[in-house]
């Protein structure tokens, strides 16, 4: 069973403890809305046409008549049967489209041929009533590996303009994780929320996840002046200008465990010392006392 996790604080004695339980999790929980609830695919095809659903066979799929409507063009070319050429509503998919079906099938190939239409309608208007027009935001998320190549050639025969971000290549665009509200601490809880959620409730243990967050949440506060503050520090190791992920990566003795000592004193050292000259620097106090996560800086 799947567990969420709840953080906050008590008053005891009027001082603020922090805590942190598991309750489990429930239809209508994270991500989905409040008022929703997960059905298996199937259920939902057969509640909008019984006779249409994967589970009657693919013969009874291929022999089923095409609706009326859908013989118009109201929007792009789906395909063809007996019946002539069945069309997509426009009007109908500004609401979202969900493709089902078993792998092989050609799911990815009709998510991307309704990407060119849509690239299309961007370059050549028809001006058609329901039909997106020029201005028509398109995000495509694609996590195959020619899959990329594909939507840009599509976009690039229709001449249509198209920017790929790639987050796993550090020359191109990328997504910031960390860029959330709150301090160090409270980033880092959400970057860690992200990877179970991402990786699932078992991948991410009870003891791990405040280890990460606090590890997260020290990486963070590695700067150029931190490095700089570091006797003997090897710069080909502990450069600058490096990301949170390999000032974490250092913490945990990715390298070896002599950088991670190493990196960990000059963090705390440098905090000591500038709490001492009476001038704390905040990102460096909460790393060596442990405060936990706010969702306001000071």
Not at 20 to 49: C, H, Q, R
Not at 97 to 109: C, D, E, F, T, W
């Amino acid at each position: 069973m799947y567990k969420r996790q709840v953080r906050g604080s008590r008053t005891i004695n009027g001082e603020k403890v922090p805590f942190e339980k598991f309750i489990p999790a429930s239809d209508g929980d994270y991500p989905l809305a409040p008022d929703t609830f997960m059905l298996g695919p199937n259920v939902v095809v057969g509640m909008v046409s019984p006779h249409a659903g994967a589970v009657s066979g693919a013969a009874a799929t291929r022999a089923r008549a095409t609706p009326p409507v859908m013989l118009q063009k109201i929007g792009p070319l789906l395909g063809t049967n007996d019946d002539g050429s069945a069309h997509l509503s426009a009007a109908a998919m500004l609401f979202g489209v969900a493709i089902i079906g078993k792998p092989g099938s050609g799911k990815s190939l009709c998510v991307r041929s309704l990407f060119g239409w849509h690239c299309l309608e961007r370059v050549n208007p028809t001006g058609k009533p329901g039909y997106p027009g020029a201005n028509n935001t398109l995000i495509a998320f694609e996590s195959k590996g020619d899959g990329v190549a594909k939507y840009v050639e599509w976009a690039h025969k229709l001449g249509d303009k198209v920017l790929v971000i790639d987050v796993a290549d550090p020359r191109t665009r990328g997504i910031d994780l960390f860029a959330v509200p709150g301090d160090n601490a409270a980033k880092a809880l959400f970057f860690t929320n992200a990877m179970k959620y991402t990786f699932g409730a078992d991948a991410i243990g009870d003891r791990s996840f405040p280890t990460i967050v606090s590890v997260l949440t020290a990486a963070m506060s590695v700067d150029d002046r931190g490095l700089d503050s570091i006797e003997d520090r090897d710069d080909r190791i502990l450069k600058h200008g490096m990301s949170p992920i390999f000032y974490a990566y250092q913490l945990l003795a990715g390298t070896s465990d002599k950088v991670a000592v190493q990196l960990a004193t000059g963090i705390k050292a440098l905090g000591i010392k500038l709490r001492e000259r009476g001038t704390p620097d905040e990102t460096l106090e909460q790393v060596i006392t442990g405060r936990p996560p706010s969702l306001c800086t000071t």
